[in-house]
């Protein structure tokens, strides 16, 4: 397990320094299990630190699985991993050699039929956060390249599945470690979809209140 200061979400893909001895061991020996994907978990640090041990972890996590590995010469890697799947930790267990834990996979819970159209929220969610960016840029609150062109070329950056698509436009989205943390916790897509609404109520009052 690999806990960070945040959370990491389905379909997103984050970049890693690994350097602490104990995560150089894990990486390690996901190498030497010769295993056609290497994956292991990423959970929220809730307090504490990164470095040095001693935080008080999350039990809601995602399993990442490395795309990219560089070997640098003083024994630190250099990781992309890609967000894969939602798990759930069921048992934490001793952190010799490092972090480690019994996870199972945590799926959405079904959505019963017709409460949620196939497509109907990642559009409403993709004109909103665009909306969003764009007007925070305008006033100087984000760089221009954190903008996507359009709703469009947005919308053209997620995955057909829902599910997957409302995770990744969570990583769009100018939210903090704490709501992503939430949606990755709410047990069902229309939950999802609902509290990441709320989230986008609350930055979107934020910044009227920052500007007034």
């Known amino acids: 397990m690999f ?10 893909t984050i970049r890693l320094q690994v350097f602490e001895p104990r995560y150089r061991a894990m990486i390690s020996d996901l190498l030497a299990d010769d295993a056609p994907e290497l994956e292991f978990g990423v959970v929220l640090i809730e307090r504490g630190h990164e470095v040095g041990g001693g935080d008080v972890r999350g039990d809601i996590g995602c399993r990442a699985r490395i795309l990219d590995l560089q070997s640098l010469p003083d024994g630190r890697y250099g990781l992309t991993v890609l967000g894969v799947k939602r798990v759930r930790v069921t048992e934490w267990l001793a952190d010799d050699p ?10 959405d819970t079904p959505v019963p039929h017709g409460t949620v159209a196939a497509n109907q929220p990642v559009g409403a969610l993709v004109e909103r956060i665009t909306t969003l960016l764009t007007d925070m840029a305008e ?5 221009p390249a954190a903008v996507p062109p359009t709703a469009a070329a ?38 999802r979809v609902v509290a990441f609404g709320e989230a986008l109520d609350d930055v979107e009052a934020a910044a009227k209140f920052r500007r007034s």
């Not at 806990?3 to 389905?10: D, I, N, R």
């Not at 490092?98 to 799926?107: G, K, L």
Request: without cysteine; proline residues 14%; hydrophobic residues 45%.
């Open 154 to 191: 947005l919308a053209a950056r997620l995955a057909d599945d829902v599910s997957l698509a409302v995770y990744q436009l969570a990583a769009y989205a100018p939210f903090g470690p704490a709501d992503r943390a939430r949606l990755l916790a709410v047990p069902g897509l229309s939950d």
């Open 3 to 12: 806990p960070l200061g945040a959370p990491l979400l389905p379909g997103s």
């Open 139 to 143: 006033h100087g609150e984000l760089p």
């Open 98 to 107: 490092y972090p480690r834990a019994h996870v199972e996979d945590w799926p």
